[in-house]
């Protein structure tokens, strides 16, 4: 309950100084209104509309990035040849934001949605891939002498061993990943789309239809908040023996 | 050795498929042009302007993340009953994109230098604030016991113990949040602005110079890797006392 | 090897590494045999190599010169099993999985192995904690889950690499209890590895003491102790008379060891 005392009286404050016109309706319209278009375009329809297809270009980048992410994190981790071969051109590539890809995959990839989602995988792709070779690199040395002691080798070491063991990292990478992921994608549809969460975002900004812009708002922080909320769900259910080891320094 | 081998490949792969236009040499132009385009940037005045425009931008958004971060974080990670109340609104606003709030600041602050700045702040600030926490909750009580005991109190003992052990968390914080910043000061910029990098690459996409395009990317991967890199050069010398392990 | 010959047989053995100042020689020319059924101590001062010489024979290290034998008693069976110091289970696996981990890695079918895994679990007193994870257990229970998995894995020898070092003394003396009861029950060859004289001679048959680095074997000392042998042992005088021999000889190579740090600190 505590928790949402502040929010609460965020909210109250705000809708009174709207109202009273100490906060300009124009800039602040009260939450009651911002409510009230949020159940309208619920029910209507178009706000799920929107929502389904930020989620739905979110979940093929988030694909697109996680997939080859682990899989060569997990190469880099394992083969220092690999690693080496790799880390200058990730290094390189890496700051850079994600969206100003935007145009050189739309060049090479005509399909909109398409370009979309590549251009929100990258940054992504390499979160994933670093954190899940840190993974692999953090991996207790002595757990894997004692496997190996055991009996395990090749192919069992990896199922047995480093796949679990890197696990939790993965989740990590996955975690954050997906985070930056939206945050591409959102920024990617304010560029460059004309539907989607972003695109509501940025249009009606444009119009100055400011309730729209809030709606937009709320529910991309929504989103937000649910996947959070969901991976760490999932990450207890798969790992219940480990903790998240947090963000890892890039 | 190795290092060098792929991107060498790739770079005469692409060069060679280019000059045979086994792909499109407009939109993928031959590395050697993109070379001859980079030295044409960093030779005209227009580079330098926006580049500085956009490290201007970037400065302003760190230091104002920063002095806003550390001691909300320092507090946070301090004080429980700060970390109470602000934690839970922090987590719901720290898997928002910063950059859905560019619209609400550009409405608040007008277009201008103030909402692109607040933007990349705003961004920086929440993983700044976090990491600072995060460390400084973190820090090992019999460290402080011990420095009570020997009879550091106060301030003197904030100086003393506290500051240097939540130390680490913190310049991981703002090596963080200086990439972050970064990021959404060059994607801001290419959104909304007209000026700085960000928005050089825009330009050059609507007129589709894809040779300076490439060249500007390379200029602004460069001075990404330079800041995170110096800063942990930085990080490293500060905290020559403690085990390197990354 | 000749019947009736050692169960393991340790010749000439020449360890050493290329480090940062050179050739280092964690042990030279050293040679010892055990017995079927022995339980054989080895003790000597920090760096002496006795870790090494255990990870040797565990093919856990290689080797320069030298011959380390196991006889093969009954084929099929792994050479050895080790005990780690940090017990290094597997933290995703419950403790019935983790202790599988050996026979499971060796085709046994799943019921036989997982009856010979919930045998051990019976021996070493935690069949009630087959389904939990490790981060679950104290440090006692979790090094007595690495000695079931090493014996579950039906070894010719059993390794154990100062398996107690990282528990507090209580829980020391109570597993120092248990291994005499299993080792009374099972009777299979160990050799031991320890930083205590007194944990050395309540457990062994014999005492191998080892030279400061590098290591070759310095005196081996029979324990005339009876078995099957409790705790009791301890109070016994002829314990403590040997205590202060063994020390003896170890001492001195104690202090060359100090000696030797001294002379190259650290950089």
């Given at each position: 309950?505590?928790p949402?005392i502040?929010?609460?009286?965020?909210?109250?404050a705000?809708?009174i100084?709207s109202?009273?016109g100490?906060?300009?309706?124009v800039?602040?319209?009260?939450?009651?209104?911002?409510?009230?278009?949020?159940?309208?375009q619920i029910a209507d329809?178009?706000?799920?509309?929107?929502?389904?297809?930020?989620?739905a270009?979110?979940?093929?980048?988030?694909?697109?990035?996680?997939?080859?992410g682990?899989?060569v994190?997990?190469?880099?981790?394992m083969?220092?040849r690999?690693?080496?071969?790799?880390?200058?051109l990730?290094?390189?590539?890496?700051?850079i934001?994600?969206?100003?890809?935007?145009?050189?995959?739309?060049?090479?990839?005509?399909?909109?949605?398409?370009?979309?989602?590549?251009?929100?995988?990258?940054t992504s792709?390499?979160?994933?891939?670093?954190?899940?070779?840190?993974?692999?690199?953090?991996?207790?040395?002595t757990?894997?002498?004692?496997?190996r002691?055991?009996g395990a080798r090749?192919?069992?070491?990896f199922l047995t061993?480093l796949?679990?063991?890197?696990l939790?990292?993965?989740?990590t990478?996955?975690?954050?990943?997906l985070g930056?992921?939206?945050?591409?994608?959102?920024?990617?549809?304010?560029?460059g789309?004309?539907r989607?969460l972003?695109?509501?975002?940025w249009?009606?900004?444009?119009i100055?239809?400011?309730?729209?812009?809030?709606?937009?708002l709320?529910?991309?922080?929504?989103?937000?908040?649910?996947?959070?909320?969901?991976?760490?769900r999932?990450r207890?259910?798969?790992?219940?023996w480990a903790?998240d080891?947090g963000?890892?320094?890039? | 050795?190795?290092?060098?081998a792929l991107p060498?490949?790739l770079v005469?792969?692409?060069?060679?498929?280019a000059?045979?236009?086994?792909?499109?040499?407009?939109?993928?132009?031959?590395p050697?042009?993109?070379?001859?385009?980079?030295?044409?940037?960093?030779?005209?005045?227009?580079?330098?302007?926006?580049?500085?425009?956009t490290l201007?931008?970037?400065?302003?958004a760190?230091?104002?993340?920063?002095?806003?971060?550390?001691?909300?974080?320092?507090?946070?990670?301090?004080?429980r009953?700060?970390?109470?109340a602000?934690?839970p609104?922090?987590?719901?606003?720290?898997p928002?994109?910063?950059v859905?709030?560019l619209?609400?600041?550009?409405i608040?602050l007008?277009?201008g230098?103030?909402?692109?700045?607040f933007?990349?702040?705003?961004?920086a600030?929440?993983q700044i604030a976090?990491?600072?926490?995060?460390?400084?909750?973190t820090?090992?009580?019999?460290?402080?016991e011990?420095?009570?005991?020997?009879?550091a109190?106060?301030?003197?003992?904030?100086?003393k113990?506290i500051?240097?052990a939540?130390?680490p968390?913190?310049?991981?914080?703002?090596?963080?949040?200086?990439g972050?910043?970064?990021?959404?000061?060059?994607a801001?910029?290419f959104?909304?602005?007209?000026?700085?990098?960000?928005h050089?690459?825009?330009?050059?996409?609507?007129?589709?110079?894809?040779?300076?395009?490439?060249?500007?990317f390379?200029?602004i991967?460069?001075?990404?890797?330079g800041a995170?890199r110096g800063?942990r050069?930085?990080q490293?010398r500060?905290l020559?006392?403690?085990?390197?392990r990354h | 090897?000749?019947?009736?010959?050692?169960?393991?047989?340790?010749?000439?053995?020449?360890?050493?590494?290329s480090?940062?100042?050179?050739?280092?020689?964690?042990?030279?020319?050293i040679s010892?045999?055990?017995e079927?059924?022995e339980?054989v101590?080895?003790?000597?001062?920090?760096?002496?190599?006795?870790?090494?010489?255990l990870r040797?024979?565990a093919?856990?290290?290689g080797?320069?010169?030298?011959?380390?034998e196991?006889?093969a008693?009954?084929?099929?069976?792994?050479?050895t099993?080790?005990?780690?110091?940090?017990?290094?289970?597997?933290p995703?696996?419950?403790?019935?999985?983790?202790?599988v981990f050996?026979?499971?890695?060796r085709?046994?079918p799943?019921?036989?192995?997982?009856?010979?895994?919930?045998?051990m679990?019976?021996?070493v007193?935690?069949?009630?904690?087959?389904?939990?994870?490790?981060?679950?257990?104290?440090?006692?229970?979790?090094?007595?889950?690495?000695?079931?998995?090493?014996?579950?894995?039906?070894?010719?020898?059993?390794?154990?690499?100062?398996?107690?070092?990282?528990?507090?003394?209580q829980?020391?003396?109570?597993?120092q209890e248990?291994?005499?009861r299993?080792?009374?029950?099972?009777?299979v060859?160990?050799?031991?590895?320890?930083?205590s004289l007194?944990e050395?001679l309540?457990?062994?048959?014999?005492v191998v003491?080892?030279?400061?680095?590098p290591?070759?074997?310095?005196?081996?000392?029979?324990?005339?102790?009876g078995?099957?042998?409790g705790l009791?042992?301890?109070?016994?005088?002829?314990?403590?008379a040997l205590v202060?021999?063994?020390?003896?000889?170890l001492?001195?190579?104690v202090?060359?060891s100090?000696?030797?740090?001294?002379r190259?600190?650290?950089s």
């Open positions: 309950m505590i949402l502040l929010p609460a009286l965020v909210l109250g705000w809708e100084a109202a009273t100490l906060l300009r309706p800039f602040f319209p009260r939450p009651s209104t911002i409510a009230t278009l949020l159940v309208a329809g178009t706000l799920l509309g929107q929502l389904g297809l930020t989620l270009r979110l979940a093929v980048a988030f694909v697109l990035a996680a997939v080859p682990v899989v994190g997990l190469a880099m981790g083969s220092r690999t690693r080496e071969g790799l880390d200058p990730f290094a390189l590539i890496y700051p934001p994600s969206v100003l890809f935007l145009p050189l995959v739309s060049f090479a990839l005509r399909a909109e949605e398409v370009a979309v989602a590549v251009t929100a995988a990258f792709f390499f979160i994933v891939a670093y954190t899940t070779m840190t993974g692999v690199q953090q991996l207790d040395r757990v894997l002498e004692a496997a002691h055991f090749g192919p069992r070491l061993v796949l679990p063991g890197t939790p990292a993965i989740f990478g996955l975690r954050l990943g930056y992921t939206l945050i591409v994608v959102v920024a990617v549809e304010m560029v789309a004309q989607g972003g695109a509501q975002l249009l009606s900004w444009q100055l239809r400011v309730e729209e812009m809030y709606v937009a709320v529910t991309v922080a929504a989103l937000g908040a649910a996947l959070t909320w969901g991976v760490e999932l207890r259910r798969l790992i219940p903790q080891i963000e890892v320094g890039a | 050795m190795i290092g060098a060498l490949l005469a792969g692409w060069e060679i498929a000059r045979t236009a086994l792909v499109s040499p407009r939109y993928f132009p031959p050697t042009v993109i070379a001859a385009m980079l030295g044409r940037l960093l030779t005209a005045g227009e580079f330098w302007g926006d580049a500085l425009t201007a931008r970037l400065a302003v760190f230091l104002v993340a920063a002095l806003a971060g550390v001691p909300l974080g320092l507090g946070m990670g301090l004080w009953p700060l970390r109470r602000l934690e609104a922090m987590a719901m606003l720290y928002l994109p910063k859905a709030l619209p609400l600041f550009l608040l007008g277009v230098e103030g909402a692109f700045v933007t990349a702040a705003v961004t600030f929440f976090t990491s600072t926490a995060g460390g400084a909750a820090i090992d009580p019999r460290l402080v011990a420095g009570r005991n020997y009879g109190r106060g301030i003197a003992l904030f100086r113990v500051l240097p939540a130390l968390a913190v310049l991981t914080g703002l090596r963080l949040g200086l972050l910043a970064l990021i959404t000061v060059i801001v910029e959104v909304a602005a007209k000026s700085g990098l960000g050089l690459v825009f330009r050059y996409w609507q007129m589709l110079l894809t040779g300076e395009m490439y060249a500007a390379l200029l991967g460069l001075m990404g890797l995170t800063l050069a930085l490293r500060a020559a006392w403690q085990e390197w | 090897m000749a019947p009736g010959a050692s169960q393991v047989s340790i010749r000439d053995l020449t360890v050493a590494y480090g940062r100042d050179g050739r280092l020689v964690a042990l030279e020319r010892l045999e055990v079927a059924g339980f101590c080895l003790v000597g001062p920090s760096g002496c190599g006795k870790s090494t010489l040797v024979v093919g856990l290290a080797h320069e010169s030298g011959t380390v196991i006889r008693n009954r084929p099929g069976r792994p050479a099993a080790m005990v780690f110091q940090e017990h290094a289970l597997l995703w696996r419950t403790v019935l999985d983790n202790v050996g026979p499971e890695n085709g046994v799943r019921a036989e192995r997982e009856a010979q895994a919930r045998r679990l019976d021996l007193g935690l069949r009630a904690f087959a389904r939990a994870y490790p981060h679950q257990l104290s440090g006692g229970m979790k090094q007595r889950v690495g000695i079931a998995r090493a014996l579950a894995n039906d070894p010719e020898v059993l390794l154990m690499d100062e398996p107690l070092a990282a528990l507090d003394a829980t020391r003396v109570i597993l248990e291994l005499l299993l080792w009374a029950e099972l009777g060859t160990v050799i031991y590895v320890t930083h007194e050395a309540l457990l062994g048959d014999r003491v080892l030279t400061a680095r290591g070759r074997v310095k005196r081996v000392f029979p324990v005339p102790l078995r099957p042998r009791e042992a301890r109070a016994l005088p002829e314990f403590g202060d021999t063994i020390w003896a000889e001492r001195e190579e202090l060359e100090a000696e030797a740090e001294r190259v600190p650290p």
